[in-house]
């Protein structure tokens, strides 16, 4: 595929699926980890129930009654795309496949976010790993990727690509698995342990 019907076809994605990530994802959803946020808010009066170790000190002094401090939920979260480009991954319509639109989507959402995101091309071995950055620079380079990719393998292991995430990526990480899950080797057991 030539350079510029690479960059028309990309750009074409991206708009498609920039509405489509707006208009699916529109809500900022919450992280599914556990912990408490690092940024500073604000300070508001002590409630029932508030942590006693959140209270401000000094504020509670100069007013005389106890004050906490809100913290804001850190969200930076790391998304990784495990998509599979074995022989069988063809699938869509004659311009756009459905897993360069899924992809676009997840990642166009992800930067609205704020998040990282990373991707692993796999097929019966990792074919390709993009290490996991913020922008929309890096979306476009891995949509680019996506599209002009070449496979050399034509079969599927998804445990091995699932294997590979888990030592790849040491951070808690969200994962979204692209396949047509015909896999000769069955992959239940990596889902559950992944």
Not at 150 to 159: G, H, L, V
Not at 166 to 193: H, M, P, Q, W
């Amino acid at each position: 595929m030539e350079t510029s019907e690479l960059l028309k076809k990309v750009r074409r994605i991206e708009i498609k699926t920039r509405g489509l990530s707006r208009n699916i994802f529109a809500g900022q959803y919450h992280s599914a980890f556990k912990g408490r946020g690092m940024a500073f808010s604000e300070v508001r009066e002590y409630q029932y129930g508030d942590d006693i170790r959140d209270i401000d000190w000094n504020v509670t002094a100069r007013y005389v009654r106890p004050y906490v401090k809100v913290f804001e939920e850190e969200r930076e979260l790391t998304v990784m795309l495990l998509i599979d480009v074995s022989g069988s991954r063809d699938f869509g319509s004659v311009n756009v496949m459905k897993k360069e639109v899924i992809t676009a989507t997840l990642a166009f959402s992800a930067i609205q976010n704020n998040d990282k995101i990373g991707v692993v091309f796999f097929s019966d071995k990792i074919e390709k790993f993009i290490p996991p950055q913020k922008g929309k620079k890096h979306i476009l380079y891995v949509i680019r990727e996506l599209i002009d990719f070449q496979p050399d393998k034509k079969q599927t292991n998804i445990a091995q690509a699932l294997k590979y995430l888990t030592n790849a990526i040491k951070k808690r990480c969200t994962a979204f698995l692209i396949s047509d899950f015909i896999d000769k080797d069955g992959f239940k057991e990596a889902l559950t342990i992944a």
